[in-house]
């Protein structure tokens, strides 16, 4: 699977599982546009790269951001192939314990923003097709305790990605869903704060780990943004080990 000059913007991509996207993308051959709030991660990116990734440090929540990255890439590598939307900030609380300002932060973050890169992405999109690649949660769909405000951000994305693969299909722009269990620092941060619920979680998946972010869930992003899925959309993709199933 190649994806030679096709050109994505990576949201959350200069580090943790959006940083492990943005380099297999580039090592198949990909221009990628970066955008984190994470500077320096950021400049480590650039230099790794070089010239097969710009940075474009920015707050995702901010519409104005969405607009940056899609001129940036078509300015810089003459327009867009794909957008993967994996940017997303959250606290973990029981619902009763959460605030407005918690919520507020999930759903800007998460679906206020994949809402804002699709809308700006769109018109280059349409030109010759592509892809979107959203990010949902296993979390979501077995209502684990303490996610509320990420997982109602996440099934929100998860249903505006299932009536966008309906809406732009037209313009063979396919809209795919993947839901990812991977050691990231968040992970490991929740491992602390809940262990007895990180353990529960370990237990239920089937391959006995937690994926690794750039060899085990980096690699389908890519085949959702390479030609290969043409003929895929409107799909969540479980990259969790077996630890759900979707019928």
């Known amino acids: 699977?190649?994806?030679?000059?096709?050109v994505v913007?990576?949201?959350?991509?200069?580090?943790?599982?959006?940083?492990?996207?943005?380099?297999v993308l580039v090592a198949r051959g990909a221009k990628v546009v970066a955008v984190d709030v994470n500077g320096e991660a950021g400049t480590t990116l650039k230099g790794d790269l070089g010239g097969d990734?710009?940075?474009?440090?920015?707050?995702?929540s901010d519409k104005a951001v969405?607009?940056?990255?899609?001129?940036l890439?078509?300015?810089?590598?003459g327009g867009?192939?794909?957008?993967?939307?994996?940017?997303?900030?959250?606290?973990?609380?029981?619902?009763?314990?959460?605030?407005e300002d918690e919520w507020e932060l999930s759903f800007n973050t998460g679906f206020r923003a994949t809402r804002q890169f699709m809308a700006a992405a769109y018109p280059l999109l349409a030109v010759n097709g592509g892809s979107v690649v959203n990010f949902g949660s296993g979390s979501a769909m077995v209502g684990q305790m303490t996610q509320a405000?990420?997982?109602s951000a996440k099934e929100a994305i998860r249903g505006l990605s299932r009536v966008t693969a309906n809406e732009w299909a037209k313009d063979n722009i396919r809209v795919n869903v993947v839901s990812p269990m991977a050691l990231t620092d968040g992970v490991k941060a929740w491992s602390e704060a809940f262990p007895q619920m990180y353990q529960d979680s370990l237990a239920?998946?089937?391959?006995?780990?937690?994926?690794?972010?750039?060899?085990?869930?980096?690699?389908?992003?890519?085949?959702l943004v390479s030609d290969d899925s043409r003929y895929m959309t409107g799909q969540t993709l479980m990259a969790d080990g077996g630890a759900n199933k979707l019928y």
């Open 80 to 99: 867009l192939d794909a957008l993967v939307n994996n940017a997303h900030a959250s606290r973990q609380a029981m619902f009763n314990d959460l605030t």
């Open 204 to 223: 239920k998946v089937p391959l006995g780990r937690f994926g690794d972010p750039e060899e085990d869930v980096a690699p389908i992003v890519a085949f």
């Open 66 to 71: 969405a607009a940056a990255a899609v001129e």
């Open 1 to 6: 699977m190649q994806l030679a000059n096709k």
């Open 53 to 60: 990734v710009q940075f474009l440090l920015g707050d995702v």
């Open 73 to 77: 890439a078509s300015e810089t590598y």
């Open 9 to 23: 913007i990576v949201t959350g991509g200069a580090s943790g599982i959006g940083g492990a996207i943005s380099r």
């Open 149 to 151: 405000a990420y997982a």
